[in-house]
């Protein structure tokens, strides 16, 4: 009786796992996904209560328009719409608190949603054209110089 159980409890996992896995890879497919971390600057966000101060776990996003989809959770997935305008304080390398598993110079976004509040988007450095998703010209305005031809003497 206990090995069956077990044998089910196994199989449950299994499926959920498979499940999981499943839904995960739908959405990386359903766009330009990439892999990001999120945290709250300023007030707390009215559509996400629960995201603080500090980096969240790595999470998957996909811009659809003007609206940034976040898919949050690993096994019960939700997406959560975040309706952002144009960013607050742009692109930069440089992080105070560098978040791990985003490269070695992670690329920072801080977009106002409608509610008011200022979330930060941080991605590796080669996510950078999807990580700014409709707000181009804060990818471009951030890029190195492009070096300069010698004039013949």
């Known amino acids: 009786m206990r090995a069956l159980l077990i044998v089910g409890i196994l199989f449950g996992a299994l499926v959920i796992t498979i499940a999981a896995r499943r839904s995960r890879q739908r959405f990386q497919e359903s ?18 209560p629960s995201l603080g101060r500090r980096w969240s776990r790595p999470m998957w996003a996909l811009w659809d328009g003007d609206v940034l989809l976040v898919r949050r959770g690993p096994v019960l997935a939700r997406t959560i719409p975040l309706r952002a ?11 105070a608190e560098a978040p791990r598993r985003c490269g070695s110079r992670p690329l920072a976004v801080v977009l106002k949603v409608w509610d008011g509040s200022r979330i930060e988007v941080a ?20 890029l190195p110089r492009a070096p300069v031809p010698r004039r013949p003497s």
């Open 31 to 48: 766009g330009a996904a990439f892999r990001c971390r999120l945290r709250v600057r300023g007030h707390r966000s009215a559509i996400w």
């Open 85 to 95: 305008q144009l960013p607050v304080e742009g692109v930069h390398h440089l992080l």
């Open 123 to 142: 991605a590796a450095t080669d996510d950078r054209l999807q990580v700014v998703g409709p707000y181009l010209a804060a990818a471009i305005s951030d």
